[in-house]
Structure formats: structure tokens, C-alpha cells
């Protein structure tokens, strides 16, 4: 099974960036890959998803914001947040799109967006 780690958050204020980054131990070329986050009090959401192929699909709260890409050769899946705001407040996953809570998660990373 592959395992990810996730990194990047942060403190930022609201309207500014952060790039999240989740590195795989092994291959994901064969996967569909997602990132999730979950705020304090609420279930885990998906906001966004990047297919094999390279298609991508977002959350309505993210479209326009939040951009997902995917390389292959690193292993590694990108989420780039733009314009946040503090309802993005939350700990980051990723994942396959299908994941379930019982499926294996990383430890994920935290972003707090707050003036």
C-alpha cells in the first residue's frame, strides 16, 4: 500500500497562498488522487481530484481558488490555494477520491487561515 505524507500548511492571512505537497513512497502513476480536509467539528470533505489522465475536478467552495496537479515522476500531488479564506481553515489529506475513513489516511497538514 502506498503511504503519503503530507506537508506544506501553515498561518496565513486571509487572501493569501499556500502550495500543499503530498509525496508518495511509491508509485501513483496507476491511482486517481484527491485531496480531502476536515475542520474541527465536521467530517472530512473532498475538494478536490486529479485523475490519472490529468483531468481535475473541485469542490464549488474551491473552484476558481484552489488548483490541483500532479506529477508523476516525483510521486507527488499539489494542491495550490490561493485567495483563502477562513472557512479554509482545516487539517489537508490526500488520497484516492474513493477513500474511506477506515482506509489509511497520512497524518496530513494544518492550515489556518487567520488575520
Known amino acids: 500500500q502506498v503511504q503519503v505524507v503530507e506537508s506544506g500548511g501553515g498561518l496565513v492571512q486571509p487572501g493569501g497562498s499556500l502550495r500543499l505537497s503530498c509525496a508518495a513512497d511509491?508509485?501513483?502513476?496507476?491511482?486517481?488522487m484527491a485531496w480531502f480536509r476536515q475542520a474541527p467539528g465536521k467530517q472530512r470533505e473532498l475538494v478536490a481530484a486529479?485523475?490519472?489522465?490529468?483531468?481535475?475536478n473541485y469542490a464549488d467552495f474551491v473552484k476558481g481558488r484552489f488548483t490541483i496537479s500532479r506529477d508523476n515522476a516525483k510521486n507527488t500531488v499539489y494542491l495550490q490555494m490561493n485567495n483563502l479564506k477562513p472557512e479554509d481553515t482545516a487539517v489537508y489529506y490526500c488520497?484516492?477520491?474513493?477513500?474511506?475513513?477506515?482506509?489509511?489516511w497520512g497524518q496530513g497538514t494544518q492550515v489556518i487561515v487567520s488575520s
Open positions: 488520497n484516492e477520491p474513493t477513500a474511506h475513513n477506515y482506509d489509511y
Open positions: 511509491g508509485s501513483i502513476s496507476r491511482f486517481d
Open positions: 486529479v485523475t490519472r489522465g490529468g483531468t481535475t
